[in-house]
């Protein structure tokens, strides 16, 4: 049974940081691809990153592309997303997904 777990979520202030994990359980971590979504409220779940089974790949949605940073440990079973310079429109619910699989989400809130 496919299990996501993210955190690190929290309350941050604009231009600050955050580090997201997702712990990944129930499938061959290091062999499929993982994504990053988020859902703002009143507004449907986006896309936001991707990395590559091996870490080699990565791609980003143009609104955090500089700003945020996807990456993983395949001994750990784990990817993160780093996210820097947080502006008040990055506040959403951030998911992890893999393989038509959902985590519950980790709330991320940019607020002065």
């Known amino acids: 049974q496919v299990q996501l777990v993210e955190s690190g979520g929290g309350l941050v202030q604009p231009g600050g940081s955050l580090m997201l994990s997702c712990a990944a359980s129930?499938?061959?971590?290091?062999?499929?691809?993982m994504r990053w979504y988020r859902q703002a409220p009143g507004k449907e779940r986006e896309w936001v990153a991707f990395?590559?089974?091996?870490?080699?790949?990565?791609s980003y949605a143009d609104s955090v592309k500089g700003r945020f940073t996807i990456s993983r440990d395949n001994t750990k079973n784990t990817v993160y997303l780093q996210m820097n310079s947080l502006k008040v429109e990055d506040t959403a619910v951030y998911y992890c997904?893999?393989?038509?699989?959902w985590g519950q989400g980790t709330q991320v809130t940019v607020s002065s």
């Open positions: 990395i590559s089974s091996t870490g080699s790949s990565t």
């Open positions: 997904n893999a393989i038509a699989s």
């Open positions: 129930g499938f061959t971590f290091s062999s499929n691809a």
